[in-house]
C-alpha cells in the first residue's frame, strides 16, 4: 500500500534489462517508520519485515514496480495496489506489532536519513480536510 514516496528505471529498458546493474537496482534499505516505500533507487523495508516472508515478497515487489521519481503510474499503483491483495491482513497485523510503521503513512515522513513527501498520501489528506471542512461550513 500505502504510504510511498515512491519511484523509474531507464529510458532503454530493452537493451539493459538483463545488465547486473539494473537487475540490483534498487537497493534495499532498512527504517522502522514504514512497513515498505520507494525513495528514489532506493527501497526502505522494517528491519523485522523478513520475518514475514510472504509479506515480505508481496512489498518488494510492489516497490520495484514503482518510478524512480513521482508519476501518475505510481499514484494508480497505490490506489489499485492488487500487489498486497491477500496479504492485506498481515500487512496490517504487521503494522500493529510495529507501531512505528504508522509515521510512513503520513504524507510527510522521515525514512532514514530521508525527509519524505508522498503526493498520493498528501492529495487524500488535503481531500479529507476539504471534506471535513465543507461538512463543518454546513453544519455551522
Ligand atoms: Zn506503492
Avoid at 529510458?11 to 517508520?33: A, D, F, G, K
Avoid at 497485523?93 to 508522498?118: A, E, Q, R, V, Y
Amino acid at each position: 500500500m500505502v504510504n510511498d514516496n515512491c519511484r523509474r528505471l531507464s529510458i532503454s529498458s530493452v537493451n539493459l534489462e538483463n545488465s547486473v546493474e539494473v537487475y540490483l537496482m534498487p537497493t534495499i534499505q532498512y527504517s522502522e517508520n514504514t512497513v515498505g516505500c520507494r525513495i528514489g533507487d532506493e527501497i526502505w523495508v522494517h528491519p523485522k519485515l523478513y520475518t514475514e516472508p510472504e509479506l515480505y515478497h508481496a512489498i518488494v515487489g510492489h516497490e520495484r514496480k514503482h518510478t524512480k521519481g513521482f508519476s501518475v503510474k505510481d499514484i494508480t499503483l497505490d490506489i489499485v495496489n492488487d500487489d498486497l491483495e491477500g496479504h492485506k491482513k498481515a500487512y496490517w497485523k504487521f503494522m500493529f506489532k510495529n507501531p512505528k510503521t504508522f509515521l510512513g503513512l503520513l504524507p510527510i515522513s522521515k525514512i532514514g536519513p530521508h525527509w519524505t513527501l508522498d503526493g498520493t498520501m498528501l492529495g487524500f489528506s488535503i481531500l479529507a480536510a476539504a471534506l471535513v471542512w465543507f461538512l463543518l461550513a454546513s453544519l455551522l
